[in-house]
């Protein structure tokens, strides 16, 4: 009963560094999110997912690349991080016929 | 594109009394889902509740209950009976559903309400 898997817990990266946040579901939802939430706000998306093979744009998607290759993996890329994208990160997942979106335990990221 | 407001940054209550919370949205959509989220200090999402915007009837999940009200876009959350593990922030969410048609279906979270439960 794994649900929705995101690795790792905490990070601390240097600015200019990059990294790859993991996410993976078992429940073969179609659909996959990545949200950041900072402090004293709500969460917002940065990129999502429809399947395999098609992503696209949310709300804050300046800084990041997603791929989806498999139906169970949706990586989070961060090229040259900044400091503005320190944050927790959550993936979440869904599917047509399920309302509600399964959350990952979130990725604690700093950047100094 | 839609919108949720939670108009309370912070509240609290005593143990055992009933709270409640409130979100107001903004859309144009008939057909939409509405939620409550908490999250504890570990950060995890859990799902408190869910409302079908096509259903009348107000949902309820035992000591968790809402006050929907279509027409005036609110949609109230109620704890009662406080206990110290609801201590947490809370989120109200809003989303179409994937088949809709549309793309514009992923969740718009408001920015939360921090509930603080008192013994």
């Known amino acids: 009963n794994a649900g929705v898997t995101q690795t790792p817990k905490f990070r601390i990266l240097k600015i200019g560094q990059s990294m790859t946040l993991q996410c993976t579901q078992d429940m073969n939802h179609n659909y996959m999110y990545w949200y950041r939430q900072d402090p004293g706000m709500g969460l917002k998306l940065i990129y999502y997912s429809v399947g395999a093979g098609i992503t696209d744009k949310g709300e804050v998607p300046n800084g990041y690349n997603v791929s989806r290759s498999t139906t169970e993996d949706f990586p989070l890329r961060l090229e040259l991080a900044a400091p503005s994208q320190t944050s927790v990160y959550f993936c979440?997942?869904?599917?047509?016929?399920?309302?509600?979106?399964?959350f990952g335990q979130g990725t604690r990221l700093t950047v100094v | 594109a839609q919108t949720v407001t939670q108009s309370q940054p912070e509240m609290s209550v005593q143990e055992a009394e009933t709270v409640t919370l409130s979100c107001t949205y903004d859309t144009s959509e008939n057909n939409y889902y509405l939620f409550w989220y908490k999250q504890p200090p570990s950060r995890q999402m859990i799902l408190v509740i869910r409302?079908?915007?096509?259903?009348?009837q107000n949902a309820t999940e035992n000591r968790f209950s809402v006050n929907f009200q279509k027409a005036a876009k609110s949609f109230s959350l109620k704890i009662s009976d406080s206990q110290l593990g609801d201590t947490a922030m809370y989120f109200c969410?809003?989303?179409?559903?994937?088949?809709?048609?549309?793309?514009?279906?992923?969740?718009?979270f408001g920015k939360g309400t921090l509930l603080t439960v008192n013994p």
């Open positions: 979440a997942s869904s599917s047509v016929g399920r309302t509600e979106a399964f």
């Open positions: 409302q079908e915007a096509y259903k009348q």
């Open positions: 969410a809003f989303k179409i559903p994937e088949n809709s048609g549309g793309s514009n279906y992923k969740l718009t």
